[in-house]
């Protein structure tokens, strides 16, 4: 493959070009290894189902660099440019050019961080590839603190909401469309639950200082089998983006209170969200260090799951977050290589 060195804005562009949509992450998997390798990484690799683990010693890595290879479905009216300033395309914000930064930084930091690319982290929560290497890094790694390199605008986002999904089934009585009196028309059932759900769609919180949004919403609808047949029920997906300080149990049973009067919910899944955790003297060394804006982190991100193993991590990376999945995602070059120097300070200042 690549055995020259290739500057992060290069760099950020190959990966963006290796296609990685969640399943299909081989390629770019054995572009990176491929990679490091002939550009003299000196440090060791282990692969696996979830992804690959980077790192120049077990004993010694102790920050986790966390990253995820696969991107969102790429869509017809993608833009794919570049230009003096920003470069456009699928996974360009989220997050190929973060994985440009982790690849980089390898390279160049050579003392105690350890680098995690892994799988499906766009896919279902419970496919995830860091859920696979976790065990991995726990026994036999001594990490103390993660940088999980999302999108945040260079701003360092602590902790994340937790995220659910549950399946509403409205009933009714299917008949033919011409005598709607002999059925039930569920979509006429809605009434009520669309004034909750725009009452309840976004309340604001504070934790340790730090602005949060708990946020509720119908994302999918379906029903019905023809044109002229009302529909015997009809289905919806509801996503609760619940606060780190409810439990997921709390979370669950919120969302049965509030919606089983309106029909039948089925939890599907679910992960908790993470505390900001801002007196970890982790946290705190990163802050003062890199001297970045703090704000909280407005989704769900696998912080969620070094805070369950009780290690401290911060949300940090190159790319607006708004631009994540949309058809004109691009980042910043400017953005790509100030991640890359903070990322850099801090490292140097751990020592």
């Not at 919180?205 to 029903?223: M, Q, R, Y």
């Not at 911060?314 to 903070?342: M, R």
Request: with cysteine.
């Amino acid at each position: 493959m690549w055995s020259r060195r290739l500057n992060l804005e290069q760099l950020t562009e190959t990966l963006i070009d290796i296609e990685s949509v969640t399943g299909n992450e081989q390629e770019v998997l054995t572009f990176i290894e491929d990679y490091l390798t002939k550009n003299k990484f000196s440090g060791e690799i282990i692969k696996n189902d979830g992804g690959l683990i980077a790192y120049h010693s077990k004993t010694n890595s102790k920050v986790a660099l966390v990253g995820h290879v696969d991107t969102v479905p790429i869509v017809d009216d993608q833009e794919r440019l570049s230009d003096s300033e920003k470069i456009s395309g699928r996974g360009a914000v989220d997050m190929k050019s973060g994985i440009a930064v982790m690849m980089n930084t390898l390279l160049d930091e050579k003392s105690n961080e350890v680098a995690i690319f892994y799988t499906a982290e766009e896919g279902p929560i419970k496919e995830n590839g860091l859920e696979i290497l976790m065990p991995t890094l726990l026994s036999e790694f001594n990490i103390e603190f993660a940088i999980i390199m999302e999108p945040t605008n260079l701003e360092c986002q602590l902790g994340c909401l937790g995220t659910l999904n549950a399946e509403l089934k409205i009933n009714g009585k299917s008949s033919h469309s011409a005598r709607p009196w002999i059925g039930d028309n569920p979509i006429l059932k809605m009434n009520e639950l669309l004034e909750f759900l725009k009452e309840n769609e976004v309340k604001e919180h504070k934790i340790e200082g730090l602005d949060f949004k708990e946020v509720i919403s119908a994302t999918k609808i379906k029903g019905g089998i023809a044109n002229n047949v009302l529909p015997s029920d009809i289905k919806l997906n509801i996503n609760y983006r619940f606060l780190p300080t409810l439990s997921n149990n709390e979370a669950k049973n919120y969302i049965m209170e509030s919606l089983g009067k309106f029909g039948e919910v089925e939890i599907g899944d679910i992960a908790n969200g993470a505390m900001p955790n801002l007196e970890s003297k982790h946290v705190q060394a990163f802050i003062d260090s890199t001297k970045v804006t703090t704000k909280s982190k407005q989704a769900w991100t696998d912080i969620a799951r070094f805070s369950k193993e009780k290690i401290p991590a911060v949300n940090f990376g190159p790319g607006d977050p708004l631009l994540a999945h949309t058809s004109n995602e691009f980042v910043n070059k400017n953005q790509i290589l100030e991640s890359y120097k903070l990322l850099l300070t801090y490292l140097k200042s751990y020592r």
